[in-house]
């Protein structure tokens, strides 16, 4: 069974020996909790969460990490403008977690979770 930083190794190219992940990870422990069916799927949630937030967009406009459709395209210096998930037929989606590639797949694994996540904590995650 895969361990949180592991996880980390495998779907991103993040370093999860450096000490501001080390606390992301710390902190999104206590925040997920042990409500997860088995201890494999509580460390992929841990790492699907501490990846999104070390993802998400930064306040200078970077779009790098935004997800959803293509909503236009500049050819003279590239520039990509995303429509993102939380509009059009997806808006059932949590606007927070839709923002990256990592809170989708979250999302997707609390979806897929047969015995729902529980916590007041992260109650913002059961669907």
Request: net charge neutral.
């Amino acid at each position: 069974m895969p361990t949180v930083n592991q996880y980390i190794s495998i779907y991103s190219s993040f370093d999860p020996e450096e000490q501001s992940i080390i606390d992301l990870v710390a902190a999104h422990e206590i925040e997920i909790g042990n409500n997860y069916p088995s201890t494999d799927i509580r460390n992929k949630a841990v790492a699907l969460l501490t990846l999104h937030w070390l993802s998400l967009p930064v306040a200078n406009g970077d779009s790098a990490s935004q997800t959803g459709s293509i909503k236009s395209v500049k050819e003279g210096k590239l520039s990509v403008t995303y429509g993102g998930y939380q509009q059009g037929k997806s808006n059932h989606l949590d606007p927070f977690l839709s923002q990256t590639q990592y809170g989708l797949m979250l999302i997707s694994l609390n979806k897929a979770c047969f015995f729902k996540p529980t916590s007041r904590a992260i109650s913002w995650l059961n669907f």
